[in-house]
């Protein structure tokens, strides 16, 4: 068996970081919330082991941005939930380290197998 993994959620929509929790629990994922860009820098501070980090940038400034750098030099990959397709927030994300963008409303199955395979490929 192996160990839990730990993802940490980003996002200020506290119920849809319940629902990520909830879809991510059933695989046998943990998760970490953030909701706020204080809560973003104090775990980033810590030397909390995260496999993988989502970040719906919804409701967040530009900053979100530095703080995707951060992961991306900690070596955390990122997964960006975005709230419109655009090829903008695209090109801006995969610039910031992310390994890829999904937009809302998330398909469960889809966000699942993608979080499953950038895993696999980190062990």
Not at 4 to 27: D, H, M, P, S
Request: charged residues 25%; hydrophobic residues 40%; proline residues 2%.
């Amino acid at each position: 068996m192996t160990a839990q993994r730990f993802l940490l959620t980003v996002g200020t929509n506290k119920r849809n970081l319940e629902l990520l929790a909830e879809f991510l629990g059933k695989e046998g994922y943990l998760t970490l919330a953030v909701t706020s860009m204080e809560e973003f820098d104090h775990v980033l501070d810590k030397s909390q082991e995260i496999s993988l980090a989502l970040v719906d940038i919804s409701g967040f400034d530009s900053n979100i941005w530095e703080r995707c750098d951060h992961l991306r030099e900690k070596d955390i990959p990122l997964l960006v939930i975005s709230p419109k397709h655009s090829a903008a927030i695209q090109q801006e994300s995969i610039g910031r380290g992310a390994r890829g963008v999904l937009v809302k409303p998330l398909a469960v199955r889809e966000l699942i197998g993608l979080v499953n395979t950038l895993l696999e490929g980190s062990e």
